[in-house]
């Protein structure tokens, strides 16, 4: 089994959320709820990795993503 960072993403005009995995570029899904997009998470990676395994490609792994808030001045 393997862990990866997700990154959901409220979307407040159509409701639900968009998941990104940051270790897996380009793969994207989303929800409408945070359960649902965590769940199409973990079948949008699943089938990412076995398609990667069926091409001989590495499996990529969760480099330890760390996200901090920065504050910034508005003029």
């Known amino acids: 089994m393997k862990r990866y960072t997700v990154v959901l993403i409220p979307e407040p005009e159509e409701g639900g959320y968009s998941v990104t995995v940051p270790a897996l570029p380009g793969l ?3 929800g ?3 359960d649902e997009a965590l769940q199409a998470a973990r079948e ?3 089938f990412h990795l076995e398609c ?3 091409e001989g490609a590495a499996i990529p792994e969760d ?3 760390v996200f901090e ?3 910034v001045a508005v003029a």
Do not use: M, N, P, R
Request: net charge negative; no cysteine.
């Open 32 to 34: 409408e709820s945070k």
């Open 52 to 54: 990667l395994a069926e």
């Open 44 to 46: 949008a990676i699943a």
């Open 69 to 71: 808030h920065v504050d």
């Open 28 to 30: 994207f899904t989303q």
């Open 63 to 65: 480099d330890g993503v």
